[in-house]
């Protein structure tokens, strides 16, 4: 079976703090997608940073950052100069070419204290 | 409207009765999934629709469930005979392709007394 895991259920940091969150994932396929999404309290999803397992070079975007080690199958996303606006929780996703869906982890909760 | 619009936001329902939960795709959206979202959990694959066409129901939990997408735009999530444990958020997401990025709606806080 296709999984994805986050071992870390909340974090909490300091405004302007840098913040890593956890996520591994096991598959035998060799083509897959994964992404980060943000839900924040009482808002809709949405993409965070999204990185093809092809590319060997992690996805930036502003603030956000991935560090993908596909031999070890982790997928961590780091959050730098954290603001307020980032409290919510956060899911890591893949999509699995074989299974055709996406397959989320049970979240983190991050709260970012002023 | 520029994004995924899911109405109603809020339901709730007495044991036994039948609901149904509507998804407004962005315009143009081949793709159409749903989830189910259980409280403090990550979302759960229910099904997926390519137009009009389902070709996925294999997160569907039950015969209890159903969905529909008659035009290849609008989509439908019924449950018939709620039980408390189809308590929880449904979600719908669509994209313009099938391993594209989903765009997700804010979703249907389902709750059977």
């Known amino acids: 079976a296709q999984t994805v895991t986050q071992s870390q259920p909340e974090m909490s940091v300091q405004e302007a703090e840098t913040v890593t969150l956890s996520c591994t994932y096991d598959t035998s396929e060799s083509n897959y997608y994964l992404f980060w999404y943000k839900q924040p309290p009482s808002r809709q999803m949405i993409l965070v940073i999204r990185?093809?397992?092809?590319?060997?070079q992690n996805a930036t975007e502003n603030r956000f950052s991935v560090n993908f080690q596909k031999a070890a199958k982790s997928f961590s996303l780091k959050i730098s100069d954290s603001q307020l606006g980032d409290t919510a929780m956060y899911f890591c996703?893949?999509?699995?070419?074989?299974?055709?869906?996406?397959?989320f982890g049970q979240g983190t909760r991050l709260t970012i204290n002023p | 409207g520029a994004g995924v619009s899911q109405s109603p936001r809020y339901k709730v329902a007495k044991r036994g009765q039948d609901v149904a939960l509507r998804c407004d795709p962005i315009?143009?959206?081949?793709?159409l999934f749903w989830y189910q979202q259980a409280l403090g959990q990550g979302p759960e694959f229910l099904t997926y629709?390519?137009?009009?066409?389902?070709?996925?129901k294999s997160g569907l939990p039950s015969d209890r469930f159903f969905a529909e997408r008659p035009e290849g735009s609008v989509s439908t999530l019924k449950i018939q005979r709620t039980q408390q444990e189809d308590s929880a958020v449904y979600l719908c997401?669509?994209?313009?392709?099938?391993?594209?990025?989903?765009?997700f709606g804010p979703g249907t806080r389902l709750t059977v007394l």
């Open positions: 629709f390519q137009n009009e066409a389902q070709l996925d």
């Open positions: 997401a669509s994209s313009l392709a099938r391993d594209n990025e989903q765009f």
């Open positions: 996703a893949s999509f699995f070419q074989g299974a055709q869906k996406l397959v």
């Open positions: 990185q093809e397992a092809y590319k060997q």
């Open positions: 315009s143009g959206h081949v793709s």
